[in-house]
């Protein structure tokens, strides 16, 4: 048996020259106006209006005892839905952090940007959430276990976001 090459002569379809490229190809540009909504939930919606508040809030779950933040409605360990809505401080301990030196687009930054996962104050260990770490020198300044507190934007900027709080700045 002959194989494909020896049998077709001519590949299917149309090749086109450079020159073909030029005037019988038409390309456009279109971007769809794609419109969509996106529901946040329960525990999450009332999370972010309260940061718009300069607060921060977590649900509490009363047969383990402990605090959730970011807050969630259903308890993970005990398989029960939380119980109650308590604030928690806006201040914590970095638990794990990470110094970029390249941007998201995947260029290189001149000055490195500072993140971390913050255990936030009054809610259980372990529990926090990923945000900046501002005001930061040098990468001597910061470690695990160092104590943070949130830099808020002006109320009147606050969007019900989770960037209402700029970034979380060491205490001295
Ligand atoms: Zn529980």
Redesign the pocket.
């Known amino acids: 048996m002959k194989n494909m090459s020896e049998r077709v002569k001519h590949f299917p379809g149309h090749e086109i020259s450079g020159k073909a490229l030029a005037s019988e190809v038409k390309v456009t540009n279109y971007y769809a106006d794609l419109q969509y909504s996106w529901a946040s939930g329960i525990a999450i919606s009332r999370f972010l209006n309260e940061l718009r508040n300069g607060r921060i809030i977590a649900r509490k779950?009363n047969?383990?005892k402990?605090i959730l933040v970011p807050p969630r409605m259903f308890?993970e360990?005990?398989f029960r839905d939380t119980d109650e809505w308590v604030f928690v401080k806006d201040t914590g301990t970095i638990n794990t952090y990470s110094i970029p030196h390249v941007a998201f687009d995947a260029s290189r930054l001149e000055k490195p940007f500072y993140v971390g996962v913050i255990n936030i104050d009054g809610a259980s260990p372990m529990m926090g959430f990923l945000h900046l770490i501002g005001e930061v020198n040098s990468p001597s300044d910061i470690s695990v276990g160092a104590k943070v507190e949130a830099v808020w934007k002006p109320h009147e900027e606050r969007a019900g976001s989770i960037l209402d709080i700029k970034y979380f700045r060491l205490i001295k």
Request: one cysteine or more; hydrophobic letters at 15%; a neutral charge.
């Open positions: 779950c047969m383990c402990r308890c360990d005990c």
